[in-house]
Nanobody
Framework: QVQLQESGGGPVQAGGSLTLSCAPS????MAWFRQAPGKEREEVAL????????TYANPVKGRFTISRDSAKNTLYLQMNLLKPDDTAMYYC????????????????WGQGTQVTVSS
């Protein structure tokens, strides 16, 4: 289900930074995914319901940060030191929780925002 709206994507040079936004953000588990043409969807970052824990895929560890602004009901993905391999359509999603753990299983999605990193 398309119930979220991503923004902030665009062209950027390698080594640069972008911040993606997703609204409205809920108090549930939230995640960012990405998909490049001809490739499978990749998990990027996950944040739990009270923002106390985050999980990152290995390719983005140390470069990307997922966060949430409760006052603005907005989810963010801060992307630094961007590489051409980061080029993809980026999607945010609310995800299911299993016990005390957030999963990568989406409940609903946004339509995506394109990030293109030039070499």
């Amino acid at each position: 289900q398309v119930q979220l709206q991503e923004s902030g994507g665009g062209p950027v040079q390698a080594g640069g930074s972008l911040t993606l936004s997703c609204a409205p953000s809920s108090t549930y588990c939230m995640a960012w995914f990405r998909q490049a043409p001809g490739k499978e969807r990749e998990e990027v970052a996950l944040i739990n319901s009270d923002d106390s824990n985050t999980t990152y895929a290995n390719p983005v560890k140390g470069r990307f940060t997922i966060s949430r602004d409760s006052a603005k009901n907005t989810l963010y993905l801060q992307m630094n030191l961007l590489k051409p391999d980061d080029t993809a359509m980026y999607y945010c999603a609310a995800t299911y929780r299993l016990g005390g753990y957030c999963t990568w299983r989406p409940v609903y999605w946004g339509q995506g925002t394109q990030v293109t990193v030039s070499s």
